[in-house]
């Protein structure tokens, strides 16, 4: 089947309509459950900053070898790009990205965040065929796609292994199709340092003492600094800021 490459339309995510959390996926199906035709090498990264294999030894994550990777620092914005390649006119598709609920795979990390818009996660597939500004089709649809992720500062310093992934439908055949690139989302952090600037300083130490004595569901409880998990902001807690207080 001839393939038209192109490389032209730019779409932000933006298309979505509002900020909003991503919905919490009904896991047990993804996309290859009806799109099982495999298209390799529809889908792909742009824009990494390196590329990385990580030591999955400690977590037992899935060793995918070599990837590329998006670094950012904590209380930061990342866009994350890929792009198709290879459709034909008419043919239909939707872009998601994927995992953004899986802990970290070096120390079981949390990826804490906000998207830019709500994308559905793998299994809530109701909203690829009710929500058109999501479907598109080659010939006049995106052919790139970006995403900004902003990383919470309490986000957990780790590589986060993600997917860009694709389903539609060939015009020709009428096959459901199916593609995707895993990526990592590197998030690195120091500790101590609240406000993710690259030092542990007198902000920080501030940051700290505004949520001092706090616990979980206050309103002034500061996770980041909860450094022991307690979900306390307590002497411990200011113990371990202060030790590192300076680097
Ligand atoms: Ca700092
Ligand atoms: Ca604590």
């Known amino acids: 089947m001839p393939?038209?490459?192109?490389?032209?339309a730019v779409l932000a995510w933006a298309l979505c309509l509002s900020r909003a959390a991503v919905a919490e996926p009904a896991w047990g199906r993804n996309c290859l459950s009806c799109h099982d035709y495999l298209l390799s090498g529809t889908i792909y990264i742009v824009g990494e900053d390196l590329y990385a294999d990580p030591d999955e030894s400690a977590t037992g994550a899935l060793?995918?070898?070599?990837?590329?990777?998006?670094q950012t620092n904590c209380a930061a914005t990342r866009t994350l790009h890929a792009m198709l390649t290879g459709l034909d006119t008419n043919d239909r598709y939707a872009v998601e990205l994927g995992r953004l609920r899986f802990p970290g795979v070096e120390s079981g990390g949390q990826?804490?965040?906000?998207?830019?818009?709500?994308?559905?996660?793998?299994?809530?597939?109701?909203?690829?065929?009710?929500?058109?500004f999501i479907s598109h089709t080659w010939g006049t649809g995106p052919d790139a796609f970006d995403f900004d992720v902003d990383v919470a500062n309490y986000a957990d310093g780790d590589y986060y292994d993600l997917v860009f992934a694709v389903a539609g439908k060939l015009?020709?055949?009428?096959?459901?199709?199916?593609?995707?690139?895993?990526?990592?989302?590197?998030?690195?952090t120091q500790l101590g340092d609240l406000n993710c600037d690259g030092s542990v300083s007198l902000a920080d130490l501030g940051e700290l003492l505004a949520a001092y004595g706090s616990c979980q569901g206050?309103?002034?409880?500061d996770p980041a600094a909860d450094f022991d998990g307690d979900n306390c902001i307590t002497v411990s807690d200011l113990a371990t800021l202060l030790a590192v207080y300076g680097t």
């Open 3 to 8: 393939r038209l490459v192109k490389l032209s």
């Open 63 to 70: 060793d995918r070898g070599s990837l590329p990777v998006f």
């Open 111 to 132: 990826l804490a965040y906000t998207g830019d818009c709500e994308w559905a996660e793998w299994g809530d597939s109701s909203r690829w065929y009710t929500e058109p």
């Open 171 to 188: 015009a020709a055949t009428g096959d459901l199709f199916y593609a995707e690139q895993h990526f990592y989302l590197q998030v690195q």
């Open 218 to 221: 206050d309103p002034v409880y």
